[in-house]
């Protein structure tokens, strides 16, 4: 007969199970301390204290009803965000409902927020009311059409303007 690697008296061992530490997991047991608890101090693991329970057949623990839900992430985010801002979860859900369901393009300016001229120095927003725009940038006609011009590529130098452009550094 082949002997367990483990040698005897030690978690998974033979003779792990002796009478004294029987008495204590059933005494554990029916104080009601979990699986856990029990295997930690006994020096054993949660899953052998609940199989020797089982195999004891001590008095299976149900619980008395479905567990408590667990907050959703948005939920756990929301109450972080809370606690770090100080503002209510309430004044944050109203600020959300507040912003919510904007079509596309309809942004949270109604008025355009371009800067004229230094803030230090006594500029301020243009305050004209902004335009519907699909990547909803909050500008007025005006400013919308000077921040969203388009690019020009370079067009790629020739042969004949290089030259050209050599001789206007140097002078």
Known sequence: M????TPSGRAGGRGFWTAERIGVLERLWAEGLAGSAIAERLGTTKDAVVS?????????????????????????????????????????????????????????????QYIEGDLKQGGRRCGRPTVRHADAWPYCERHLARCRRPHRAAAPATAEEVPAVDAQRAA
């Open 52 to 112: 020797k329970a089982h195999r004891l057949a001590l008095e299976a623990r149900v619980p008395d009803g479905p567990p408590e839900p667990r907050p959703s992430r948005w939920e756990r985010r929301l109450a972080a965000l809370a606690a770090g801002t100080g503002i209510t979860v309430e004044r944050l859900l109203a600020l959300r409902r507040q912003h919510r369901g904007r079509p596309r393009g309809q942004g949270l300016f109604e008025r355009c």
């Open 2 to 5: 082949r002997r367990s690697p």
